[in-house]
Every structure is written in C-alpha cells, then in structure tokens.
C-alpha cells in the first residue's frame, strides 16, 4: 500500500513542479531525483529492517520512472532523474 502512496505522491509532485517552475526540466530533473532517491532509501531501509528481500522499491521506483518518461517526454529530464536518484 506504501508503493502505491508513493507512486501517487510522485505524481503529484511532478505535476505540481511542472505547474511551479514553468516547465524548467533542469530544477524539476533534479528535484524529482532527489525525491526518488529519498524515498528508494525509505523502503530499502524499511525491508532491510524486515530481513525481506523485497523487490518492491525498485518495481515502484520503476514506474515512477515509467510515469515521469511518459509525462514529460523529455529524455534530458529523465536522464536527470536517474542521475541525481543516487544522490537522493
């Protein structure tokens, strides 16, 4: 269920990054990496917790990414996203 909050949640904010910044696929490329990447930690570290091999935060992470490649259509946002997921 916390997948699906998160998966919304990341909608919502690219939405809403898209509305605020004007379209600046730089800031919102950045942001939104950072924000995959907090959440990505969140969930490891919760199943690291739960000694369960989960691969539901890389499904989830993987598509959001999905959704973020089909709402921008901007292949220097998404490669953005990935770079700075790490760092998140």
Same mark, same amino acid.
């Given at each position: ?38 959440? %990505? #930690? &969140?969930? /490891? !570290?919760?199943? @690291? ?21 089909? %709402? #921008? &259509?901007? /292949? !220097?946002?998404? @490669? ?9």
């Amino acid at each position: 269920m916390e997948n699906i909050l998160s998966i919304g949640a990341g909608v919502v904010l690219r939405v809403v990054l898209g509305i605020a910044t004007g379209k600046d696929h730089k800031l919102i490329g950045i942001l939104i990496g950072l924000w995959e990447g907090v959440v %990505l #930690s &969140h969930f /490891l !570290s919760k199943y @690291a917790r739960s000694r369960s091999r989960s691969k539901d935060p890389y499904l989830a992470l993987a598509t959001r990414m999905a959704i973020d490649i089909y %709402l #921008s &259509h901007s /292949l !220097s946002r998404f @490669a953005l996203t990935c770079a700075w997921t790490p760092v998140g």
